[in-house]
């Protein structure tokens, strides 16, 4: 491919798609009390998961720093343009940050070419974009177009979550443990979205797990009505099982082209918990 391809720690690539992607990822950092590890590299998932529930505490998240992108910049050919794909400025400063290591480059090395784009998403959502711009730089796409082509396509991305347990935002202090306490009593799950700047929203409150998860496929449909060109893709938390049942469910709903499920990373997990559910597709222009 002619155009070098980076992402972040916030994004869950599929193995499927990264075998044929040239692909370099910036970890994101994540603190626990006993120290810093990388996303990716020093900590595993199931470590994760471990220290969770060993040490009852979530870590805190961190963006690369500007330093960090400056060198993962500088790792490749000064003749190959850079695309870089961020977690969405809406969450993180991991954007701001691509963009401040992208400047200290260009300072010495103001021949290079490099993009960064606010994805306005994370986790399977910045892998359907990855998806996408392996498909157009098989179509030979050079970097303005692909730049353009994924900007317009991030106006359409659209990333929905469904949460199993409102344990982590307890947990995390997001959420009141009174009013954690009484959804957990009346069993109530909450959808959520990513809304058009790129945070997170509660879109509904279901009560029930099986009324929410068909109220999660529902909402598919309000979004798109043509799917059979279209990829979804999906991330879980620690819910293999959940998730293939669910992505069938999905599909047989809605006949999407393929779709791509993958676990999702420490950064994902720290806010979802176990049984969290993921997913992007584009929605109809």
Known sequence: MNVQLMTDGGADIPQRLHDNLDLIIVPLYLHFSDGQYKTGTELDINDFYRKIKEDHELPRSAAPSPHDFYEAYKQVDPAQPILMLSLSKGLSSTYDNAVAGKDLLLEEEPQRKIEVINTKTASCGISL??????????????????????????????????????????????????????????????????????????????????????????????????????????????????????????????????????????LISTYGGEGALVISFFKDK
């Open 129 to 266: 974009l990855l998806h996408e711009a392996k498909v157009k730089l098989e179509e030979g796409y050079s970097i303005s177009e692909l730049t353009r082509h994924l900007e317009e396509r991030v106006e359409q991305t659209t990333t929905l979550f469904i949460l199993k347990t409102l344990d982590n935002l307890v947990l995390g202090g997001r959420l009141d443990k009174v009013k954690g306490t009484i959804a957990k009593t009346l069993n109530i799950k909450l959808l959520m979205k990513a809304s058009e700047e790129g945070s997170i929203e509660v879109s509904e409150k279901v009560r029930g797990d099986k009324k929410s998860i068909r109220r999660f496929i529902e909402q598919i449909g309000e979004y798109t009505k043509t799917v059979e060109n279209k990829v979804i893709s999906m991330t879980h938390c620690k819910a293999e099982s959940r998730a293939k049942s669910v992505l069938e469910d999905i599909r047989n709903a809605h006949p999407f082209k393929d779709a791509y499920l993958t676990e999702a990373g420490p």
